[in-house]
C-alpha cells in the first residue's frame, strides 16, 4: 500500500474547455454554442441559418479543436496551485477523455503549464480505466475528480472504494449542471475543493459505506 491517490479529470476541472471552444467555433466555422439556451444535444448550430450541428460534424469539431487549438485552454482558477500542494501528500493522475493520437498533445499541453504528472486517456466510462490505476498504485485512499456525471456512476460500479467529488470549474456551465447523484460532493472551485480533498485523503479510509452526495454543496 502507498500513499494516497488523487485520479482528476482535465477538461473543466484543470482547464477551461467550453469557452475556448465557443470561441474557436465561432472564428473558424461560423457555428455558435448555446447550451444555456438549447441544451448540451443541441447547442452547435450555424450561425447562417440557425440549423443544429449533426453530431458527426460536432466529433470532427472537436478531434480539429483538440488537433490545432489545445493552446487556447487555461487554467481553471487555483486548480495548478492545488494539485502542487496536494502532491505533498498524494500521488497524481490525470485520467482524461480523448482519443489516443492526442495523447501526447495532451502531456505537452499539461506539462507546458507545469503539470507533470501521468497522464491516460481514454474512451468511455472512466470506472475500468480507474480501476486498473488503482490496482497499479495500490494507495491507501482513492480520490477521483470529474465533471460528468456518468463518469462518477462508472466509478461507482468499478471502484467503489473511491471518494468522488463533482467538480464543474467553469463558471458559465456549472449553474446548468446538477449535482452527480453517484458523487460524494459537488463542489466547483478549487479554493474549497481543496480542503475537502485533504480531509479526505488524510482520513485513511475507502468511501465504500459512505453516503453519496454527503457533503453536497455547489460553490
Do not use: Y
Amino acid at each position: 500500500m502507498t500513499r494516497p491517490l488523487i485520479i482528476t479529470d482535465c477538461d473543466e476541472v484543470l482547464l477551461h474547455m467550453i469557452v475556448p471552444f465557443r470561441q474557436w467555433l465561432d472564428e473558424r466555422h461560423d457555428v455558435h454554442l448555446d447550451i444555456a439556451r438549447f441544451g448540451i444535444s443541441e447547442a452547435l448550430r450555424r450561425k447562417a441559418c440557425g440549423t443544429v450541428v449533426e453530431k458527426g460534424h460536432v466529433w470532427d469539431m472537436l478531434r480539429e479543436f483538440f488537433t490545432t487549438e489545445m493552446h487556447r485552454q487555461k487554467p481553471i482558477s487555483g486548480a495548478l496551485e492545488a494539485l502542487q500542494r496536494l502532491s505533498a501528500l498524494a500521488d497524481i493522475v490525470v485520467l482524461t477523455n480523448i482519443e489516443e493520437a492526442a495523447h501526447q498533445r495532451r502531456i505537452d499541453q499539461l506539462g507546458s503549464l507545469g503539470i507533470t504528472f501521468p497522464v491516460h486517456w481514454n474512451q468511455g466510462g472512466k470506472g475500468k480505466p480507474l480501476a486498473a490505476i488503482v490496482a497499479a498504485h495500490r494507495p491507501s485512499v482513492t480520490l477521483f475528480i470529474d465533471d460528468l456525471a456518468q463518469h462518477h456512476e462508472s466509478v461507482t460500479q468499478h471502484a467503489p472504494e473511491a471518494w468522488r467529488l463533482h467538480m464543474v470549474g467553469e463558471p458559465e456551465l456549472a449553474p446548468l449542471v446538477k449535482a452527480a447523484s453517484s458523487a460524494h460532493a459537488r463542489i466547483d472551485q478549487w479554493s474549497e475543493a481543496e480542503e475537502w480533498i485533504m480531509d479526505k485523503l488524510q482520513g485513511g479510509g475507502p468511501a465504500i459505506g459512505q453516503p453519496v452526495l454527503a457533503d453536497h454543496k455547489i460553490v
